[in-house]
C-alpha cells in the first residue's frame, strides 16, 4: 500500500464556519500488480480509498461535538464505500457525483503529478505517455478535472490544455439505449463543481461555435448536437455522453453490431460529421481465465488433444481439435468433463439455495444483470409455462421418455439499488422457485433457483456447466453479452 494525496474540489467549496470548517477528503492509493502470463511483465493496477484529512477531528471532540467528530470520518469514507449509491432521492445523486469525481480527481492528479516529476513542466510528449481511456460515461468528469489541473495548476493556456486533452481521451459506449447514457443537472454541478462546469460550458461554446462553421443555421441539429441540454422543465442538463465524444480522439462500441448502431442511432449526427472518430473494438474474454484456470479438467483434454497447452497463448492453435471432432474417445472424454463441470456447479447452487438440481437434468441458467431489456421477465414467464404443462399432465404422463426433459433453471444477477422492477422481477423468481420446488408433483422434471450475490467467480463455476446460456435480450439493445461466450 502506498500514500498518495488528493485534493478534491467539492470540499473546499463548503461554507465555512467556525464549528465545522470543511473537510478535504483525502484519497489512499491501493497498489496491486497484475502479472501477465508466462511474461516478464508485470503492470500496476491502483485503486483509491477515501479517508479524512485527519484521522480524529480533536477540536470538534474538544468542544464537546462528539457526534462531528465521528460523522467527518464517516463521510469522508462514504466516497468510496458503496460504489454507485441509489441515486433515485437528490442527495444519492449528490453522493454519486462526488463519486465519480473522487475517483476522477484523484487518478488525473496523480497521473498529472508523475508525468511532471519526470518530464517537468513540457507538457509537450504529454499525449506520448499517458492515455486515458473513459468506459462509459461514469468517470467523463475527468474531462474537465483535467483541463482544470493543466489551467489551473500548470498554468497552461486553453487552446493548450484542449490540445492536449482531445490527443489522451478515448471513449468506450456501452450501451445503446438513450434514457442510459448519463446527464448531470447543471444546478448539481455548480453547486459541488462551479469550476468544473464553468470549464464544460467554454468547452460547449466552443463546440458550438465549430458547428456553426460547418453546419450553418442548422439550429434544430446544433441543438441535438450541443452538450447542454435545456430540458422540458426549463432545467439544464450537462450530456457527459456528448462531453466524451466531443473530447475523445476516438469513440468505439463493444461488439460489430453495437458499434454500428451507436453510430446509426445515438451518435449519428457525430458520426455523419467525423465518421474516423467511430471505430469497433468487440469485447473479449481471456481464455486463461475463462477456460484454462475455471474449468482445469477441460483444459487437459484439450492440451492432451493437442500435445501441448500453448493453446493457452494462441488460440488459433485450437483449429487442431478439428482432426478429434469425430474421435469416438476424445467425444467421450468431453463428455466426462461436461458432466464433471455440471456437478460442480448444480453442488454449488444446491450449496448456496438449497435447491438440489437432478444431474440428468438439462441445465439451464440466464445469469446476468438484471434488467428489463435482458428479459429476465420473460425467462420466468416461460418457467411458468413449462411448470404448467407439467402439472396438466397425468402422472402417467410426465413419467413417459420424452415427453418432460427434465429442467434445472437457474437466474442469477444484481439489481441496481434504485431499480425497483428489477428487483420486483428477483422478488418473482423466488416466489415462482418456491412453488415449484415444493410441488411433489413436479419433482425433478422442473427445479428453479436464484443464485444469491452472482459474481464473477460464481460465473466460473456455473457458466462451464451450464448446457443452455439464455440470451434473449431484445434485438438491438445488447451491446456485447460477453456472458455468451464463457
Given at each position: 500500500?502506498?500514500?498518495?494525496?488528493?485534493?478534491?474540489?467539492?470540499?473546499?467549496?463548503?461554507?465555512?464556519?467556525?464549528?465545522?470548517?470543511?473537510?478535504?477528503?483525502?484519497?489512499?492509493?491501493?497498489?496491486?500488480?497484475?502479472?501477465?502470463?508466462?511474461?516478464?511483465?508485470?503492470?500496476?493496477?491502483?485503486?483509491?480509498?477515501?479517508?479524512?484529512?485527519?484521522?480524529?477531528?480533536?477540536?470538534?471532540?474538544?468542544?464537546?461535538?462528539?457526534?462531528?467528530?465521528?460523522?467527518?470520518?464517516?463521510?469522508?469514507?462514504?466516497?468510496?464505500?458503496?460504489?454507485?449509491?441509489?441515486?433515485?432521492?437528490?442527495?444519492?445523486?449528490?453522493?454519486?457525483?462526488?463519486?465519480?469525481?473522487?475517483?476522477?480527481?484523484?487518478?488525473?492528479?496523480?497521473?498529472?503529478?508523475?508525468?511532471?516529476?519526470?518530464?517537468?513542466?513540457?507538457?509537450?510528449?504529454?499525449?506520448?505517455?499517458?492515455?486515458?481511456?473513459?468506459?462509459?460515461?461514469?468517470?467523463?468528469?475527468?474531462?474537465?478535472?483535467?483541463?482544470?489541473?493543466?489551467?489551473?495548476?500548470?498554468?497552461?493556456?486553453?487552446?493548450?490544455?484542449?490540445?492536449?486533452?482531445?490527443?489522451?481521451?478515448?471513449?468506450?459506449?456501452?450501451?445503446?439505449?438513450?434514457?442510459?447514457?448519463?446527464?448531470?443537472?447543471?444546478?448539481?454541478?455548480?453547486?459541488?463543481?462551479?469550476?468544473?462546469?464553468?470549464?464544460?460550458?467554454?468547452?460547449?461554446?466552443?463546440?458550438?461555435?465549430?458547428?456553426?462553421?460547418?453546419?450553418?443555421?442548422?439550429?434544430?441539429?446544433?441543438?441535438?448536437?450541443?452538450?447542454?441540454?435545456?430540458?422540458?422543465?426549463?432545467?439544464?442538463?450537462?450530456?457527459?455522453?456528448?462531453?466524451?465524444?466531443?473530447?475523445?480522439?476516438?469513440?468505439?462500441?463493444?461488439?460489430?453490431?453495437?458499434?454500428?448502431?451507436?453510430?446509426?442511432?445515438?451518435?449519428?449526427?457525430?458520426?455523419?460529421?467525423?465518421?474516423?472518430?467511430?471505430?469497433?473494438?468487440?469485447?473479449?474474454?481471456?481464455?486463461?481465465?475463462?477456460?484454462?484456470?475455471?474449468?482445469?479438467?477441460?483444459?487437459?483434454?484439450?492440451?492432451?488433444?493437442?500435445?501441448?497447452?500453448?493453446?493457452?497463448?494462441?488460440?488459433?492453435?485450437?483449429?487442431?481439435?478439428?482432426?478429434?471432432?469425430?474421435?469416438?474417445?476424445?467425444?467421450?472424454?468431453?463428455?466426462?468433463?461436461?458432466?464433471?463441470?455440471?456437478?460442480?456447479?448444480?453442488?454449488?447452487?444446491?450449496?448456496?439455495?438449497?435447491?438440489?438440481?437432478?444431474?440428468?437434468?438439462?441445465?439451464?441458467?440466464?445469469?446476468?444483470?438484471?434488467?428489463?431489456?435482458?428479459?429476465?421477465?420473460?425467462?420466468?414467464?416461460?418457467?411458468?409455462?413449462?411448470?404448467?404443462?407439467?402439472?396438466?399432465?397425468?402422472?402417467?404422463?410426465?413419467?413417459?421418455?420424452?415427453?418432460?426433459?427434465?429442467?434445472?433453471c437457474v437466474i442469477g444477477g444484481k439489481a441496481a439499488p434504485g431499480y425497483e422492477m428489477a428487483k420486483r422481477i428477483i422478488k418473482l423468481v423466488c416466489a415462482v422457485a418456491d412453488k415449484i420446488n415444493s410441488d411433489p408433483d413436479v419433482g425433478d422434471l422442473l427445479k428453479v433457483a436464484f443464485v444469491p450475490d452472482y459474481n464473477v467467480s460464481l460465473a466460473e463455476i456455473v457458466i462451464p456447466g451450464s448446457e443452455l446460456n439464455e440470451q434473449i435480450s431484445t434485438a438491438g439493445t445488447e451491446?456485447?453479452?460477453?456472458?455468451?461466450?464463457?
Open positions: 500500500r502506498c500514500r498518495e494525496r488528493s485534493t478534491t474540489e467539492e470540499s473546499s467549496r463548503q461554507k465555512k464556519n467556525s464549528k465545522n470548517p470543511p473537510k478535504t477528503p483525502q484519497a489512499v492509493a491501493y497498489d496491486n500488480p497484475i502479472p501477465g502470463f508466462r511474461t516478464n511483465n508485470t503492470i500496476n493496477l491502483r485503486l483509491w480509498a477515501s479517508r479524512p484529512d485527519r484521522e480524529f477531528d480533536l477540536e470538534a471532540f474538544n468542544t464537546g461535538d462528539y457526534i462531528q467528530a465521528i460523522l467527518a470520518r464517516q463521510r469522508a469514507e462514504s466516497l468510496s464505500s458503496v460504489l454507485y449509491p441509489d441515486d433515485r432521492t437528490y442527495q444519492g445523486k449528490e453522493l454519486r457525483l462526488k463519486q465519480q469525481h473522487f475517483f476522477v480527481s484523484a487518478t488525473v492528479q496523480d497521473v498529472v503529478r508523475r508525468y511532471v516529476d519526470v518530464h517537468g513542466a513540457d507538457f509537450a510528449l504529454f499525449p506520448s505517455k499517458v492515455a486515458f481511456q473513459l468506459n462509459d460515461t461514469h468517470p467523463t468528469i475527468a474531462v474537465p478535472e483535467l483541463m482544470r489541473v493543466l489551467m489551473d495548476d500548470h498554468g497552461l493556456g486553453w487552446t493548450a490544455a484542449w490540445g492536449l486533452a482531445t490527443k489522451v481521451f478515448a471513449f468506450t459506449n456501452h450501451t445503446v439505449l438513450p434514457e442510459a447514457l448519463e446527464k448531470w443537472p447543471v444546478s448539481l454541478i455548480e453547486k459541488l463543481l462551479p469550476r468544473h462546469m464553468q470549464i464544460i460550458y467554454d468547452i460547449n461554446w466552443r463546440f458550438i461555435q465549430d458547428l456553426r462553421a460547418r453546419l450553418g443555421d442548422d439550429v434544430e441539429r446544433i441543438g441535438r448536437m450541443s452538450i447542454i441540454e435545456d430540458g422540458a422543465n426549463g432545467e439544464k442538463s450537462v450530456r457527459m455522453a456528448y462531453l466524451a465524444v466531443v473530447a475523445s480522439h476516438t469513440v468505439n462500441g463493444v461488439a460489430a453490431i453495437h458499434s454500428q448502431i451507436i453510430r446509426d442511432t445515438i451518435f449519428r449526427d457525430f458520426a455523419q460529421l467525423e465518421p474516423a472518430k467511430f471505430q469497433n473494438k468487440t469485447n473479449g474474454v481471456t481464455p486463461r481465465r475463462w477456460l484454462a484456470f475455471c474449468n482445469p479438467p477441460l483444459r487437459a483434454l484439450i492440451t492432451d488433444a493437442l500435445g501441448s497447452d500453448e493453446w493457452i497463448n494462441d488460440l488459433d492453435r485450437l483449429r487442431g481439435l478439428a482432426a478429434v471432432a469425430e474421435d469416438p474417445a476424445f467425444g467421450a472424454r468431453w463428455r466426462e468433463v461436461k458432466a464433471t463441470a455440471k456437478g460442480r456447479a448444480l453442488a454449488r447452487v444446491e450449496e448456496l439455495t438449497g435447491v438440489r438440481g437432478a444431474p440428468n437434468a438439462l441445465l439451464d441458467i440466464q445469469v446476468k444483470r438484471i434488467h428489463e431489456y435482458k428479459r429476465q421477465l420473460l425467462n420466468v414467464l416461460g418457467i411458468i409455462h413449462r411448470y404448467d404443462l407439467i402439472k396438466s399432465m397425468t402422472p402417467e404422463e410426465r413419467k413417459k421418455p420424452g415427453n418432460v426433459v427434465p429442467r434445472t451491446a456485447s453479452g460477453t456472458v455468451c461466450f464463457f
